[in-house]
C-alpha cells in the first residue's frame, strides 16, 4: 500500500521536452487543499468539451475504471498559484515522454479484468483507489489481456525496489 | 533605430540573435503596417496601483513551492461613553491576515524560422513584443474582473441568507424581491418587460444609486469602472442631467473632465473582459486589496539553427481583501448569478481566455477592398 505525502508525482528524466499544459478546473474547488476530495499530485485528469480538466474517474466509487484518456496532475495539492488565478488552472503532462514516480498507485488492486502490479514493463491504467482513508484517482495494473482498457504507461521501476513509489513512463504513443 | 526601415529591423533582430549580447532585448522601432485593433494597458492598475515585491517579502509553504504574501487586515475597536465609576468593556486583540498568492502571467511561446521572418516588411518581433506587455495587461484585467466579481456575488449570496438568489427583472417585480447589497439592477432594467441581455442606456440615477451603495455602509465610492459602450451613454445624458454650460460642452467636445458626479472613472475598451452593462464602483485602494508585482515583465529570447523562439511573462499577485469594498450595477434585466436562470450569462462574464482579442480585419479570408489579385 503507497501513502500520500506532500510530494506525490516527481520526473526522474528531463522534464523539459514534455508539454506542460494548464488547464482550468470544471470544478474549482478541488484546488482548495481544505476539499475532502482535494487533487493531489499524480492523479489523473481528462479534458472536457468546454477544456477543463476533470478527474477521469468517479473518485466517490473505489474501483470505478476510466473510460476515457487522461493526462497526470503535475500540481501539488493547495499550490498558490493555483488558488490564486481566477480560472484556478493546474497542469497536466499533455504532450510528449516522460518518467516519473509516483505514490498515487494501487499495486494490489485488479480492477475488472487488470491485474495487480507485479513486473517492468507492465501495462498500467486508471481507476479510483483507496489510499488510507480516501479515494484518488490513480493507477492500478493491466496486462495484455486486458481489452478495452486505456493504457497511460508501463512500469519501469516496482514499488518494492523504488522506495514505495512506482516509477513509470507514459505520454507521446499512447 | 528611428528612421531604419523595418526589413533591416528585422535583419538585425536576426543578426543580434546569433550573438550572446543579442538575446538581451532588441529594440526597434518601425510603423509601416496596419493595426488590427485598438490595446491599451490594464485597467486594474489604475483601480490597484501594483506594489512591487520581492522574495523576502513573501512567504513559503511547507507543502509546495509556491509563495504568498501575507497582509494584515485593519483590527477592530470601539469607544463607548461611560460614568465616572465605570470602566470599559476589554477587547483582546486580533487582528485579521489574509493570503495574496502568486501566479504567472505569459504570453504565448513565438517561434519563427530565421529565413521565414526575411518575409516580412514590419518588424514583426518587435510588434509581437510590444503587444505582449498589453496582452499580458489584459489577462491581469480578466483576472482582477473575476476576483472582484466573485467578491460582489459571495456578499450579494451572504445577503440574501446565503443562497444565490436569482437577480432579474422579474425578481425584482415579484412578491419577495431580492435584496440588492452588492450587485444593482439599472433604473431602465429593473422595470423591463423581459429578462434579456439588451444594455440599456446608463442614467444618473444609475451612478447615484450605485455610489449609495458604498456611500451608505461607511465607506466611500472613489472610482468607477465603465466600458467605453456605456460611458457613451453619459453623452445622451440631457440639459436636465447636465445643466446648460455641460450640455454646451459636450455636445461640442464631449464629456471632458476626469471625474463624474465627483467621482473618478476609468473606461475601458477592452469589451470582452469587462463586458457592456456592467459597472463597477471601488474604494480607495487601501480599503479594497493589493496587488504585488513579484517580478516585472521579463523578456525571453533565443535561436537555435533557425529557429527563432521568444516569450514574455511576470509574476504577480492580486487579492480583493475587503469585499465590501467594490459594488457593482447591472443594465440589462436578466440574471447574471451563478443560477444564470435566463441562460444568457455567458453574455455578462469575462470571454475565456482562448477568445479574448479576436481579429477584427477579414484579410486572411481575402475581404479587403478594391479586391486585388497578383499572379
Same mark, same amino acid.
Given at each position: 500500500?503507497?501513502?500520500?505525502?506532500? *510530494?506525490?508525482?516527481?520526473?526522474?528524466?528531463?522534464?523539459?521536452?514534455?508539454?506542460?499544459?494548464?488547464? /482550468?478546473?470544471?470544478?474549482?474547488?478541488?484546488?482548495? /487543499?481544505?476539499?475532502?476530495?482535494?487533487?493531489?499530485?499524480?492523479?489523473?485528469?481528462?479534458?472536457?468539451?468546454?477544456?477543463?480538466?476533470?478527474?477521469?474517474?468517479?473518485?466517490?466509487?473505489?474501483?470505478?475504471?476510466?473510460?476515457?484518456?487522461?493526462?497526470?496532475?503535475?500540481?501539488?495539492?493547495?499550490?498558490?498559484?493555483?488558488?490564486?488565478?481566477?480560472?484556478?488552472?493546474?497542469?497536466?503532462?499533455?504532450? !510528449?515522454?516522460?518518467?516519473? #514516480?509516483?505514490?498515487?498507485?494501487?499495486?494490489?488492486?485488479?480492477?475488472?479484468?487488470?491485474?495487480?502490479?507485479?513486473?517492468?514493463?507492465?501495462?498500467?491504467?486508471?481507476?479510483?483507489?483507496?489510499?488510507?482513508?480516501?479515494?484518488?484517482?490513480?493507477?492500478?495494473?493491466?496486462? $495484455?489481456?486486458?481489452?478495452?482498457?486505456?493504457?497511460?504507461?508501463?512500469?519501469?521501476?516496482?514499488?518494492?525496489?523504488?522506495?514505495?513509489?512506482?516509477?513509470?513512463?507514459?505520454?507521446?504513443?499512447? | 533605430?528611428?528612421?531604419?526601415?523595418?526589413?533591416?529591423?528585422?535583419?538585425?533582430?536576426?543578426?543580434?540573435?546569433?550573438?550572446?549580447?543579442?538575446?538581451?532585448?532588441?529594440?526597434?522601432?518601425?510603423?509601416?503596417?496596419?493595426?488590427?485593433?485598438?490595446?491599451?494597458?490594464?485597467?486594474? &492598475?489604475?483601480?490597484?496601483?501594483?506594489?512591487?515585491?520581492?522574495?523576502?517579502?513573501?512567504?513559503?509553504?511547507?507543502?509546495?513551492?509556491?509563495?504568498?504574501?501575507?497582509?494584515?487586515?485593519? /483590527?477592530?475597536?470601539?469607544?463607548?461613553?461611560?460614568?465616572?465609576?465605570?470602566?470599559?468593556?476589554?477587547?483582546?486583540?486580533?487582528?485579521?491576515?489574509?493570503?495574496?498568492?502568486?501566479?504567472?502571467?505569459?504570453?504565448?511561446?513565438?517561434?519563427?524560422?530565421?529565413?521565414? @521572418?526575411?518575409?516580412?516588411?514590419?518588424?514583426?518581433?518587435?510588434?509581437?513584443?510590444?503587444?505582449?506587455?498589453?496582452?499580458?495587461?489584459?489577462?491581469?484585467?480578466?483576472?482582477?474582473?473575476?476576483?472582484?466579481?466573485?467578491?460582489?456575488?459571495?456578499?450579494?449570496?451572504?445577503?440574501?441568507?446565503?443562497? *444565490? $438568489?436569482?437577480?432579474?427583472?422579474?425578481? @425584482?417585480?415579484?412578491?419577495?424581491?431580492?435584496?440588492?447589497?452588492?450587485?444593482?439592477?439599472?433604473?431602465?432594467? &429593473? *422595470?423591463?418587460?423581459?429578462?434579456?441581455?439588451?444594455? &440599456?442606456?446608463?442614467?444618473?440615477?444609475?451612478?447615484?444609486?450605485?455610489?449609495?451603495?458604498?456611500?451608505?455602509?461607511?465607506? &466611500?465610492?472613489?472610482?468607477?469602472?465603465?466600458?467605453?459602450?456605456?460611458?457613451?451613454?453619459?453623452?445622451?445624458?440631457?440639459?436636465?442631467?447636465?445643466?446648460?454650460?455641460?450640455?454646451?460642452?459636450?455636445?461640442?467636445?464631449?464629456?471632458?473632465?476626469?471625474?463624474?458626479?465627483?467621482?473618478?472613472?476609468?473606461?475601458?475598451?477592452?469589451?470582452?473582459?469587462?463586458? /457592456? !452593462?456592467?459597472?463597477?464602483?471601488?474604494?480607495?485602494?487601501?480599503?479594497?486589496?493589493?496587488?504585488?508585482?513579484?517580478?516585472?515583465?521579463?523578456?525571453?529570447?533565443?535561436?537555435?539553427?533557425?529557429?527563432?523562439?521568444?516569450?514574455?511573462?511576470?509574476?504577480?499577485?492580486?487579492?480583493?481583501?475587503?469585499?465590501?469594498?467594490?459594488?457593482?450595477?447591472?443594465?440589462?434585466?436578466?440574471?447574471?448569478?451563478?443560477?444564470?436562470?435566463?441562460? @444568457?450569462?455567458?453574455?455578462?462574464?469575462?470571454?475565456?481566455?482562448?477568445?479574448?482579442?479576436?481579429? #477584427?480585419?477579414?484579410?486572411?479570408?481575402?475581404?479587403?477592398?478594391?479586391?486585388? $489579385?497578383?499572379?
Amino acid at each position: 500500500m503507497s501513502t500520500v505525502q506532500r *510530494v506525490n508525482f516527481e520526473p526522474v528524466r528531463d522534464v523539459l521536452p514534455v508539454q506542460r499544459a494548464d488547464f /482550468p478546473l470544471a470544478d474549482g474547488s478541488l484546488a482548495d /487543499p481544505l476539499n475532502a476530495v482535494a487533487l493531489v499530485d499524480g492523479e489523473w485528469m481528462s479534458v472536457d468539451s468546454a477544456y477543463k480538466i476533470v478527474r477521469v474517474t468517479d473518485v466517490t466509487t473505489p474501483g470505478n475504471e476510466a473510460a476515457a484518456r487522461s493526462y497526470p496532475l503535475w500540481a501539488e495539492r493547495g499550490r498558490y498559484d493555483v488558488q490564486a488565478m481566477g480560472d484556478r488552472k493546474m497542469p497536466v503532462l499533455w504532450l !510528449g515522454a516522460w518518467e516519473f #514516480n509516483t505514490r498515487i498507485f494501487d499495486a494490489a488492486a485488479a480492477i475488472g479484468t487488470g491485474a495487480a502490479i507485479t513486473a517492468v514493463d507492465q501495462p498500467l491504467k486508471i481507476a479510483t483507489i483507496t489510499i488510507g482513508s480516501r479515494n484518488y484517482t490513480g493507477i492500478v495494473g493491466s496486462d $495484455t489481456t486486458d481489452a478495452g482498457a486505456i493504457i497511460v504507461g508501463y512500469v519501469t521501476r516496482l514499488p518494492a525496489a523504488n522506495g514505495g513509489k512506482l516509477r513509470l513512463r507514459g505520454g507521446t504513443g499512447y | 533605430m528611428a528612421g531604419v526601415s523595418p526589413r533591416v529591423l528585422n535583419d538585425l533582430f536576426n543578426s543580434k540573435l546569433s550573438t550572446a549580447e543579442g538575446k538581451e532585448k532588441i529594440a526597434q522601432y518601425g510603423g509601416s503596417y496596419i493595426r488590427d485593433r485598438l490595446r491599451e494597458v490594464s485597467f486594474v &492598475r489604475k483601480v490597484l496601483p501594483p506594489e512591487q515585491v520581492t522574495r523576502t517579502d513573501c512567504q513559503r509553504s511547507v507543502n509546495h513551492d509556491t509563495l504568498v504574501k501575507i497582509v494584515d487586515i485593519e /483590527p477592530q475597536s470601539r469607544a463607548m461613553a461611560i460614568t465616572f465609576r465605570g470602566q470599559p468593556t476589554a477587547r483582546f486583540i486580533r487582528g485579521e491576515k489574509a493570503e495574496v498568492g502568486f501566479f504567472t502571467i505569459s504570453s504565448e511561446i513565438f517561434q519563427k524560422t530565421e529565413q521565414e @521572418l526575411l518575409a516580412y516588411e514590419m518588424p514583426i518581433t518587435k510588434v509581437i513584443e510590444e503587444n505582449s506587455v498589453k496582452d499580458i495587461q489584459e489577462i491581469e484585467d480578466r483576472e482582477f474582473l473575476l476576483h472582484i466579481e466573485a467578491a460582489v456575488q459571495a456578499l450579494q449570496t451572504e445577503a440574501n441568507g446565503g443562497t *444565490v $438568489t436569482t437577480l432579474n427583472a422579474t425578481a @425584482l417585480g415579484g412578491g419577495t424581491p431580492p435584496v440588492e447589497f452588492s450587485v444593482r439592477k439599472g433604473e431602465l432594467a &429593473r *422595470v423591463a418587460a423581459t429578462d434579456d441581455a439588451t444594455v &440599456r442606456p446608463l442614467q444618473r440615477v444609475d451612478v447615484v444609486q450605485l455610489f449609495k451603495m458604498l456611500d451608505g455602509n461607511r465607506l &466611500r465610492a472613489e472610482r468607477l469602472l465603465m466600458t467605453e459602450v456605456d460611458y457613451d451613454d453619459i453623452l445622451q445624458w440631457t440639459v436636465e442631467d447636465n445643466g446648460d454650460r455641460i450640455q454646451s460642452e459636450t455636445t461640442v467636445d464631449g464629456y471632458k473632465y476626469n471625474t463624474l458626479l465627483g467621482r473618478a472613472y476609468i473606461r475601458t475598451i477592452k469589451t470582452d473582459i469587462l463586458r /457592456p !452593462g456592467n459597472v463597477y464602483v471601488f474604494t480607495k485602494p487601501e480599503f479594497f486589496g493589493k496587488f504585488y508585482i513579484l517580478n516585472n515583465t521579463k523578456f525571453y529570447i533565443d535561436k537555435i539553427a533557425n529557429m527563432i523562439t521568444f516569450q514574455a511573462w511576470e509574476d504577480i499577485g492580486m487579492g480583493v481583501l475587503n469585499i465590501a469594498a467594490v459594488r457593482k450595477l447591472e443594465l440589462y434585466s436578466a440574471d447574471a448569478t451563478a443560477n444564470d436562470t435566463d441562460t @444568457l450569462l455567458s453574455n455578462f462574464i469575462p470571454s475565456a481566455e482562448d477568445d479574448l482579442g479576436a481579429v #477584427n480585419n477579414r484579410v486572411e479570408a481575402g475581404l479587403k477592398f478594391p479586391q486585388i $489579385t497578383q499572379f
